[in-house]
């Protein structure tokens, strides 16, 4: 496609269950990176990822949170046993790594809501 | 510790007149930085960059300064357009290809 696309654009799930989210990156790029936006607060560093390098997982709140990379195109980000404090706008954003005019494309985002 | 600030949650401007937004910076290696805009329910999109090499990055009604000695970028628009209102995220960047920081946003409101 032309842009980057997340799915699903809205989500809600009760809490403790398992969610995942998915996001298909501009074609060619080689990172990929998860963001998510709680209400009222900014853009919040999940995780990277690029190329084949091991990814950098610093911004994960915590360990129920995990996210691949399959064949260097398609992610999912999972969260295990939701809690009403991940109710969040998780945003997906691609780029090209090399060249000078670098710049992240984001998704629409999902909109997760744990009840 | 927040890495990026911009320490205006919120901005009001008159149709036609200059909007500045400000965004402060703590850590010295950062040497590559974005604008983005978001508009409610869509995914934040690209404005304009800045790369430590130079301080004024120019397109069109956007402006973007830097001042590497104060850790500060700035950005103009000018006119400002009621369809300018949105929030605006500065992001910076350490390392080619490494990950972006954002910060919280200023909600900027062009009034008609």
């Known amino acids: 496609g032309a842009g980057v696309s997340q799915s699903p654009s809205n989500k809600v799930t009760e809490k403790g269950k398992d969610v995942e989210l998915r996001c298909d990156p501009i074609s060619g790029h080689t990172a990929l990176y998860w963001y998510r936006q709680s209400l009222g607060q900014g853009l919040e560093f999940l995780i990277y990822f690029q190329g084949n390098s091991a990814p950098d997982k610093s911004g994960l709140p915590s360990d129920r949170f995990s996210a691949e990379r399959t064949g260097g195109s398609v992610s999912t980000l999972t969260i295990q046993r939701t809690q009403q404090e991940d109710s969040a706008v998780y945003l997906c954003a691609s780029s090209l790594v090399f060249g000078f005019n670098e710049k992240l494309f984001f998704g629409s985002g999902t909109q997760l809501s744990v009840l | 510790d927040q890495q990026v600030k911009q320490n205006s949650p919120s901005l009001s401007v008159q149709e036609g007149r200059i909007s500045i937004l400000n965004c402060d910076y703590t850590?010295?290696?950062?040497?590559?930085f974005l604008w983005y805009k978001k508009y409610p329910a869509e995914g934040p999109t690209f404005l304009i960059s800045i790369s430590s090499i130079k301080d004024k990055n120019e397109d069109g009604r956007f402006t973007v300064f830097l001042n590497k000695s104060a850790k500060h970028l700035s950005l103009h628009i000018v006119p400002s357009q009621p369809g300018d209102s949105a929030v605006y995220f500065c992001?910076?960047?350490?390392?080619?290809?490494?990950?972006?920081?954002f910060g919280p946003g200023t909600r900027l409101s062009v009034l008609p």
């Open positions: 992001a910076a960047s350490a390392i080619r290809g490494q990950n972006f920081v």
């Open positions: 850590n010295s290696m950062f040497d590559y």
